[in-house]
Nanobody, 121 residues
């Protein structure tokens, strides 16, 4: 069974940095597009950044120039480097895999359990 586990969240001061990690486990041949999403209290989940299997990235406007998404395909990990943090970045951050290739075929739309990021102003 494919599982995604986030880590690296916590408390940071405004202007500080945090690095999130997402580790995929299970019988996995490869992972296609992946992304980070976040959900603040009382708000809908929103896209933060995406990355394809060959490293092409896209960012939501609020995080452009401050966040960097990356991945290590061999380790089946994805990362989110968050710099110049703002109070409005406070949210639960989720890791997503759009599709995963396993011995049994494709597994679609896998999510991690989320990791809390709190930025104090």
């Amino acid at each position: 069974q494919v599982q995604l586990v986030e880590s690296g969240g916590g408390l940071a001061q405004a202007g500080g940095s945090l690095r999130l990690s997402c580790a995929a486990s299970g019988m996995i041949f490869s992972i296609n597009d992946m992304g980070w999403y976040r959900q603040a209290p009382g708000k809908q989940r929103e896209l933060v950044a995406t990355i394809t299997s060959d490293g092409t990235t896209k960012y939501a406007d609020p995080v452009k120039g401050r966040f960097a998404i990356s991945r290590d395909n061999a380790k089946k990990r994805m990362y989110l480097q968050m710099n110049s943090l703002k109070a409005e970045d406070t949210a639960v951050y989720y890791c997503n895999a759009v599709s995963v290739v396993t011995p049994e075929g494709y597994v679609y739309d896998r999510w991690g359990q989320g990791t809390q990021v709190t930025v104090s102003s």
